[in-house]
């Protein structure tokens, strides 16, 4: 198996990897009441020094009082949570590595299992998060500027602190995407509307409000998905044009890089073609793409929810696509979870000695 392809760098503006293959982001929820310890410091540590080229963190939340359904989801705000990623980002380039913060508000959730609530209601487009499935509240005018503002502000903290860039966190049906989708936006001012142009105003105010405090040579990425957790088949754009209408805009607002996520990277997006998401984002768009969706493992994340492990596979598929084109970077999730090691054994071909993942791994931070 040939990888070498994987191992060139890759540099746009604030970005200079030495190789395409990125730590997907993963919520872990080891930061108590949003805190991140040393522990999670070394946690990422140990993936620099396991040569991944670039590390986008566990989704981190915004300064709104709603923003997440999970006590120990780390913040990026305030001075406790915000010195604690300082030691993350110090230590990760301490061992060599480039890392992205995932900025992330969760807009309207179903309440945690443990019992936490945040101390106000949830908040998103119109209250809900799937049809029919309302808990919480419609966000007014004012609390959607006062939600852009403080996606800035988390953008420009990050700059401070020495990150190489961020993540916007728009897919998977969190507040962005909520935005994005007719069945929970069903707003009917300027946040709204019955076309994909209409509902991407909410994103296009972030995108530019993050520009504007990063500076124009700071690189953004936005993580976008077709797929929503309740429904894996879900798709917002149904062809090529409709992926067109949704997504060069957000480009045209800021974004430098699409991370494109899907539940198995091989499946093709639309019919009479075998490109991936990431690949027709790229052709559409003209910006670099991320892929991603269970590299390097059968199954994928959401059956290891289930209990299902799942053990290496072949990376031919993958540098089949890569070296057509279709996408510049290769994001990496479970492997990366249960082994720090595991870019640096693909590097050094030592396949043999990777490990499968198991629902387990989800429970514990590896170093």
């Given at each position: 198996?040939?990888?070498?392809?994987?191992?060139?760098?890759?540099?746009?503006?604030?970005?200079?990897?030495?190789?395409?293959?990125?730590?997907?982001?993963?919520?872990?929820?080891?930061?108590?009441?949003?805190?991140?310890?040393?522990?999670?410091?070394?946690?990422?540590q140990k993936r620099a020094e396991g040569e991944v080229g670039l590390i986008l963190s566990e989704g981190t939340v915004i300064n709104r009082a709603s923003a997440s359904n999970d006590a120990n989801v780390p913040h990026f705000y305030g001075n406790e949570a915000l010195n604690g990623w300082q030691k993350v980002i110090n230590e990760v380039h301490a061992a060599g590595g480039k890392m992205g913060p995932q900025i992330w508000h969760m807009g309207i959730m179903d309440n945690h299992h443990s019992g936490w609530v945040p101390p106000v209601p949830f908040e998103g487009p119109s209250g809900l998060n799937r049809p029919g499935n309302r808990n919480g509240n419609t966000m007014s005018e004012k609390d959607i500027e006062d939600t852009i503002i403080a996606f800035g502000q988390a953008a420009a903290d990050a700059k401070r602190l020495g990150f190489d860039t961020i993540e916007i966190h728009g897919a998977h049906g969190y507040l962005i995407d909520?935005?994005?989708?007719?069945?929970?936006?069903?707003?009917?001012?300027?946040?709204?509307?019955?076309?994909?142009?209409e509902r991407n105003h909410f994103a296009i105010e972030v995108i530019k409000e993050i520009r504007k405090q990063v500076?124009?040579?700071?690189?953004?990425?936005?993580?976008?998905?077709?797929?929503?957790?309740?429904?894996?088949?879900?798709?917002?754009?149904?062809?090529?044009?409709?992926l067109d209408a949704w997504l060069t805009p957000l480009v045209d607002a800021g974004v430098d890089i699409l991370h494109c996520s899907q539940r198995r990277f091989w499946e093709p997006e639309f019919e009479k073609s075998d490109l991936?998401?990431?690949?027709?984002?790229?052709?559409?768009?003209?910006?670099?793409?991320?892929?991603?969706g269970s590299v390097g493992l059968s199954g994928d994340f959401f059956g290891a929810f289930a209990g299902e492990s799942s053990e290496p596979t072949s990376l031919d598929e993958l540098?089949?696509?890569?070296?057509?084109?279709?996408?510049?970077?290769?994001?990496?999730?479970?492997p990366l979870l249960s082994d720090?090691?595991?870019?640096?054994?693909?590097?050094?071909?030592?396949?043999n000695e990777l490990v499968g993942f198991s629902k387990e791994a989800l429970g514990e931070l590896v170093l």
């Amino acid at each position: 198996m040939d990888t070498s392809n994987l191992f060139t760098p890759f540099s746009l503006k604030s970005l200079n990897l030495k190789n395409r293959i990125v730590m997907a982001p993963m919520t872990r929820s080891f930061s108590p009441n949003g805190i991140p310890t040393d522990t999670v410091a070394s946690y990422y540590q140990k993936r620099a020094e396991g040569e991944v080229g670039l590390i986008l963190s566990e989704g981190t939340v915004i300064n709104r009082a709603s923003a997440s359904n999970d006590a120990n989801v780390p913040h990026f705000y305030g001075n406790e949570a915000l010195n604690g990623w300082q030691k993350v980002i110090n230590e990760v380039h301490a061992a060599g590595g480039k890392m992205g913060p995932q900025i992330w508000h969760m807009g309207i959730m179903d309440n945690h299992h443990s019992g936490w609530v945040p101390p106000v209601p949830f908040e998103g487009p119109s209250g809900l998060n799937r049809p029919g499935n309302r808990n919480g509240n419609t966000m007014s005018e004012k609390d959607i500027e006062d939600t852009i503002i403080a996606f800035g502000q988390a953008a420009a903290d990050a700059k401070r602190l020495g990150f190489d860039t961020i993540e916007i966190h728009g897919a998977h049906g969190y507040l962005i995407d909520q935005f994005f989708n007719p069945e929970t936006n069903l707003r009917t001012d300027i946040y709204g509307g019955k076309t994909i142009k209409e509902r991407n105003h909410f994103a296009i105010e972030v995108i530019k409000e993050i520009r504007k405090q990063v500076g124009n040579d700071f690189a953004i990425i936005m993580r976008v998905s077709q797929f929503k957790p309740s429904d894996y088949n879900y798709k917002l754009a149904k062809n090529p044009q409709e992926l067109d209408a949704w997504l060069t805009p957000l480009v045209d607002a800021g974004v430098d890089i699409l991370h494109c996520s899907q539940r198995r990277f091989w499946e093709p997006e639309f019919e009479k073609s075998d490109l991936n998401f990431a690949g027709w984002a790229k052709i559409l768009t003209g910006v670099p793409t991320i892929t991603v969706g269970s590299v390097g493992l059968s199954g994928d994340f959401f059956g290891a929810f289930a209990g299902e492990s799942s053990e290496p596979t072949s990376l031919d598929e993958l540098n089949r696509r890569f070296d057509r084109g279709d996408f510049d970077l290769v994001a990496v999730g479970r492997p990366l979870l249960s082994d720090p090691n595991w870019v640096a054994k693909i590097k050094a071909g030592k396949t043999n000695e990777l490990v499968g993942f198991s629902k387990e791994a989800l429970g514990e931070l590896v170093l």
